[in-house]
């Protein structure tokens, strides 16, 4: 019989959270979560006037089971100014060859065509290994008027942790561009490993880039970042000290 691996220390994981989560609140920010994925699409037409991701639409994508969840920050006044969310899938065969398979069938079901430029990743990617319960993130999106670099940070990796404790994957992936994958924002929000060229397209839908990254947390390496915290080192390079009020987010990408 196979045992099922448990979440080595859950209460570290649930305060490393809660102290990303209050550092957020001394921002003037405010964290909310939901697995509705239709007020999902309606919270980012709201907010940002664009329907969610093929991979995120509940109108393509069956979220039943608690497959999907989204979190929002917001402002004292309710404004919503980040947006994210996750979704996790079984995958039996690994990632290499599910991912671009399942992407290009859900952008169809939207009647929009995505044609790869290669069948399948390098041989030396990641994602060969990468299989089992995947939480896949994507929608990341903070207000570029936000006065801290840090937001999107800790957003990022406290959307991660609720993920972790949620859904105790084997990996949390996401999908990037040039600018997230090459200046350093995305191993910043908690991604150790970056691979380019994971998904190459010769033609695709609009606010896709020709060539996408990987990037990718693996369950042992959130665990080590939460066994790091509850040690007393400082929350994965230096996210609990604040930055000037004064400083701007640089205008990002989404995931």
């Not at 509705?36 to 991701?53: C, N, Q, S, V």
């Not at 041989?123 to 299989?131: N, V, Y």
């Not at 992936?173 to 397209?201: C, D, K, Q, V």
């Not at 693996?218 to 004064?246: C, M, N, W, Y």
Request: with cysteine; glycine share 8%; proline share 4%.
């Amino acid at each position: 019989m196979s045992v099922c691996r448990g979440i080595k220390d859950p209460l570290a994981v649930a305060q490393q959270a809660a102290a990303l989560q209050q550092i957020l609140v001394s921002y003037g920010l405010s964290l909310s979560t939901s697995g509705d994925m239709a007020g999902f699409a309606a919270a980012k037409r709201k907010t940002r006037g664009l329907e969610p991701g093929p991979m995120h639409d509940h109108t393509v994508c069956e979220f039943s089971g608690e497959r999907g969840f989204w979190t929002a920050l917001s402002m004292a006044d309710g404004t919503i100014v980040g947006l994210q969310a996750y979704r996790c899938d079984f995958v039996d065969i690994n990632l290499a060859e599910w991912c671009s398979n399942y992407m290009i069938g859900v952008y169809m079901r939207r009647q929009e065509l995505m044609v790869p430029a290669h069948a399948k990743p390098p041989e030396g990617s990641i994602a060969w290994r990468l299989r089992g319960k995947l939480v896949y993130h994507g929608e990341l999106w903070v207000e570029k008027e936000l006065k801290s670099r840090k937001v999107i940070e800790l957003f990022s990796r406290l959307g991660a942790l609720l993920a972790f404790l949620k859904w105790n994957p084997d990996a949390i992936w996401a999908l990037t561009g040039f600018h997230m994958a090459t200046r350093g924002y995305a191993s910043r929000m908690g991604y150790p490993y970056i691979e380019r060229g994971f998904l190459r397209w010769q033609w695709h839908s609009e606010n896709v880039e020709d060539v996408e990254y990987l990037a990718v947390a693996e369950r042992d390496f959130i665990e080590q970042t939460v066994a790091e915290a509850r040690d007393g080192q400082s929350l994965s390079g230096g996210l609990v000290k604040h930055t000037s009020p004064l400083t701007k987010v640089p205008e990002l990408q989404d995931f």
